[in-house]
């Protein structure tokens, strides 16, 4: 299928591993141009030599902004021009205690998670919205809507993705612009691999015994039965991000492995 991508410039916040990365080997796949960013320099641009090997004729860059720097974050917003598509992917996460939590930490995973969404898609969506054509698309979690009691700071921030996302929608009336979210499930990114294998070697088994007791302990009922990959998000980001997903608007589609139980 022709998702008719070719020539469209795109920017994924959060994308020198994990989700973000994959989406980008998605969107370079279809002939789009990408901008990637991650929180350092040397890292991003490692990423995009990666990306370049793999994909010797696309076009990719990278700009270095850590979303917990207002500087930062400005100097990256002045880089960013005639974007097509925008995919708001960056975000943390901790398995944290409630009553631990504190202001600041509450602060910080939401300038990360969401304002980063806002102050992207409030610099990129007018140009989108004069041009009749373009796409945003959020990346939050089933998590958003089964907050996890040792993580409700993070599953706060990925249902205020989804508010966010729906009341943009509402801007693009009459337009060819989307602006949809995306819940994923349980995901075998790099910083969950880094978390898994760390507890399987405290209780000397290997990484997979681990992630089967873990899918199994946190989420029993899952449809997959297994951690999804990264690739498997990217698929239904890349859907999205084309011509072809007009009619999926003001949208949050699963890609969890089944794990929300609610119609």
């Known amino acids: 299928m022709n998702l008719q991508l ?9 994308s020198t591993q994990g989700i973000g990365f994959a989406i980008a080997e998605q969107l370079l796949e279809e002939g789009a141009e990408v901008i990637i960013n991650g929180r350092q ?38 880089q960013l021009s005639d974007i097509d598509i925008l995919i708001n992917n ?6 944290k205690d409630f009553m631990l939590i504190t202001d ?18 409030r610099h990129l969506l007018p140009s989108m919205l004069e041009k009749k054509q373009g796409r945003i698309i959020f990346i939050s979690s089933e998590s958003g809507v089964n907050i996890p009691a040792d993580m409700i700071h993070y599953g706060m921030t990925k249902a205020s993705m989804m508010a966010i996302s729906n009341g943009l929608s509402k801007l693009t009336k009459g337009t ?12 075998y990114s790099d910083g969950v691999a880094s978390t898994v294998e760390h507890y399987a070697k405290l209780q000397n088994i290997t990484a997979e015994q681990m992630k089967a007791a873990i899918v199994q302990q946190t989420n029993p009922d899952s449809l997959l039965q297994r951690f999804i990959k990264p690739k498997e998000i990217a698929s239904l980001a890349t859907y999205l991000s084309s011509p072809l997903s007009v009619a999926t608007n003001g949208s949050c589609l699963r890609a969890d492995g089944g794990v929300l139980k609610t119609v």
């Not at 600041?104 to 898609?121: C, G, H, P, T, Y």
């Not at 612009?177 to 995901?187: A, E, K, M, R």
């Open 6 to 14: 070719t020539s469209k410039k795109v920017f994924i916040s959060g």
């Open 90 to 95: 960056v975000g943390i996460f901790e398995l």
């Open 176 to 187: 060819e612009v989307t602006v949809n979210t995306i819940l994923g499930g349980p995901t």
């Open 104 to 121: 600041d930490e509450w602060q910080r995973i939401f300038e990360i998670n969401v304002m980063s969404a806002v102050k992207l898609s």
């Open 41 to 78: 320099n040397e890292k991003t641009q490692q990423a995009v030599l990666d990306l370049k090997q793999k994909f010797p004729s696309a076009k990719v860059s990278g700009i270095a902004a850590d979303f917990s720097d207002k500087n930062q974050v400005d100097e990256l917003l002045k």
